[in-house]
């Protein structure tokens, strides 16, 4: 096994287990851990990536270490509307979308502010490396109501609930 994978596994097994107190800040750099689906596998694969938070979002890049090739969860990514992340010990849903034009600018200053790498991954290669912003995904809240208005004695709370209170 190659040492990237065992330390990409040793990462997500300590993150888990620690919900982030060990692997959620390396050096000073933000990290979080990426679940997406595998496009032609659909087995679920998690791994750790730096972010940057920014309005409530979290923004990620898919460099590669600036290789030519983008990495393979950025194409197990860009093949489905969703994934999940953990930061720090919350899990949840997001959607995601590029960074646009207009702010891709000042996104990667502050990208190469909080994450030095980002300066030299860029000029190792020619094409141009998304920058993804996850979005927590809203999640619909089920309600029902804690008593039913139409049944018999629903307002008195004590009927409603059939407990007795001390006394009675």
Known sequence: MANWLWFTRAHCTLYRGTRGLIGGNLIGI????LTTTGRKSGKTRTLPLTYVADRGD??????????EKPPPWWLNLSARQTAEIQVWGE???VTWELVGAEERIEVWRKLQAAIPAHRIYRHRTLREIPIVRLKRQATSWQT????????PGALDPVRASGSKCAGS
């Open 144 to 151: 029902r109501p804690l008593v039913e208005i139409d049944a």
């Open 58 to 67: 979290f923004l990620i890049v898919a460099s590669n270490g600036g290789s």
């Open 91 to 93: 899990r949840f849903p």
């Open 30 to 33: 933000h990290m979080l851990l």
